[in-house]
C-alpha cells in the first residue's frame, strides 16, 4: 500500500537559516510519482516539483533543492538561507500511476516557522 | 489564466443537513479531484473526476458525491451533515490524471458544522 511519512510534524529556524524537510515513502510499483505541495496561511496549496521514480537526479529551483534517494525510499527538500516567506505547511505526496486505484496520497505535512 | 475557483468560501451548517460546493478548474484541465483537509487526518482524498465520469474514490461514506459537468466544473455534495464533516474542502485541477501531473488547487470552501 502507499504510504507517505513526513516525520517532522513542526520545525522552527531562524531567519537564513537552511532547513531540510524529510520524506519517506512505500510503495510497490515500480514507476511513481513524487510531490512536494507548500500551503501557505491562505490556505491554497501551491505546486513545488514533481518526480518520476526513473529520474533521481537531484533538482534545484533558486533556494529550493530536492534530494531523491531510491535506495532509502526518501525525497527530501531543502530550503537554502530560509526566509520568512517560507513558513507555511509543506506536504510530500505519492502517486502510482499504473495503479488500477491511482489517487495521490499525501503525508502529514511539516509545518514550518521561520523565525525573523 | 485563471486560476482554480471554489464557491462559497465559507459555510456554516446544522447537523443532519446537506451541502453543495462548487469547483470551476483551469482552463483546459480536465481532471478535478476533491480533498479534506483536517488537522487529525491531514489532507485526504475524496474523488477524482475526469470528462465528467469518476475515476477514483477514498475511503468516504457513501454521504460524499459528487459529479462533473461537461465544462468540467465540478460539484461536491455532502448529505446528512456530521459534526466530524467540519473540514477545509479543496478543489483540485490538473490537466488530465491525478497521478501524473501537477495539481492546481483552490483556496478551499471550509464548512463549519454545528
Known amino acids: 500500500a502507499q504510504k507517505v511519512t513526513q516525520a517532522q510534524t513542526e520545525i522552527s529556524v531562524v531567519e537564513k537559516e537552511d532547513v531540510t524537510l524529510d520524506c519517506v515513502y512505500e510503495?510497490?510499483?515500480?514507476?511513481?510519482?513524487l510531490f512536494w505541495y507548500k500551503q501557505p496561511p491562505s490556505g491554497e496549496l501551491v505546486f513545488l516539483i514533481r518526480?518520476?521514480?526513473?529520474?533521481?537526479q537531484n533538482e534545484i529551483s533558486g533556494r529550493y533543492s530536492w534530494n531523491f534517494q531510491k535506495s532509502t525510499s526518501s525525497f527530501n527538500f531543502t530550503i537554502t538561507a530560509s526566509q520568512v516567506v517560507d513558513s507555511a505547511v509543506y506536504f510530500c505526496?505519492?502517486?502510482?500511476?499504473?495503479?488500477?486505484?491511482?489517487?495521490?496520497?499525501f503525508g502529514k505535512g511539516t509545518r514550518l516557522h521561520i523565525l525573523p | 489564466k485563471a486560476g482554480v475557483t471554489q464557491t462559497p468560501r465559507y459555510l456554516i451548517k446544522t447537523r443532519g443537513q446537506q451541502v453543495t460546493l462548487s469547483c470551476s478548474p483551469i482552463?483546459?484541465?480536465?481532471?478535478v479531484s476533491w480533498y479534506q483537509q483536517t488537522p487529525g487526518q491531514g489532507l485526504q482524498f475524496l474523488f477524482e473526476?475526469?470528462?465528467?465520469?469518476?475515476?477514483n474514490k477514498g475511503n468516504f461514506p457513501g454521504r460524499f458525491s459528487g459529479r462533473q459537468f461537461s465544462n468540467s466544473r465540478s460539484e461536491m455534495n455532502v448529505s446528512t451533515l456530521e459534526l466530524g464533516d467540519s473540514a477545509l474542502y479543496l478543489c483540485?485541477?490538473?490537466?488530465?490524471?491525478?497521478?501524473?501531473?501537477?495539481?492546481?488547487f483552490g483556496p478551499g470552501t471550509r464548512l463549519t458544522v454545528t
Open positions: 518526480r518520476n521514480s526513473f529520474d533521481e
Open positions: 483540485a485541477s490538473s490537466l488530465a490524471g491525478t497521478g501524473l501531473y501537477e495539481q492546481y
Open positions: 473526476y475526469f470528462s465528467e465520469t469518476q475515476r
Open positions: 482552463s483546459g484541465h480536465r481532471s
Open positions: 505526496a505519492l502517486s502510482e500511476p499504473e495503479n488500477r486505484d491511482d489517487k495521490i496520497i
Open positions: 510503495t510497490r510499483d515500480t514507476t511513481y510519482y
